[in-house]
Nanobody, 119 residues
Framework: QVQLVESGGGLVQAGGSLRHSCAASGSIFSINAMGWYRQAPGKQRELVAAITSGGSTNYADSVKGRFTISRDNAKNTVYLQMNSLKPEDTAVYYC?????????????WGQGTQVTVSS
């Protein structure tokens, strides 16, 4: 089992910045990748950014050049720096950790934090 505790989020004006953090505990040795997803009202949850245990990153096209995902292995923590925020970035953001074994994938989720970007 993996436990994820998020912090960050909040209300910001368009063009502003916010930073999320997600601390993992438990069976962290089993984690292959961590990342952030978001879900806006009436929309499906979507991947925002992810980082593998090897440090490879992946971003949604809509956030490339504005968001940066990073990790501190010593603290078992992943960060999402969000710059140049837009109203369409408004959503609940969820930290995710995934464990992949042959034929199976296990997903663990944080509690979710609200990000609201005002125009």
């Amino acid at each position: 089992q993996v436990q994820l505790v998020e912090s960050g989020g909040g209300l910001v004006q368009a063009g502003g910045s916010l930073r999320h953090s997600c601390a993992a505990s438990g069976s962290i040795f089993s984690i292959n990748a961590m990342g952030w997803y978001r879900q806006a009202p009436g929309k499906q949850r979507e991947l925002v950014a992810a980082i593998t245990s090897g440090g490879s990153t992946n971003y949604a096209d809509s956030v490339k050049g504005r968001f940066t995902i990073s990790r501190d292995n010593a603290k078992n923590t992943v960060y999402l720096q969000m710059n140049s925020l837009k109203p369409e970035d408004t959503a609940v953001y969820y930290c995710n950790a995934s464990e992949v074994v042959p034929g199976l994938r296990y997903d663990y989720w944080g509690q979710g934090t609200q990000v609201t970007v005002s125009s």
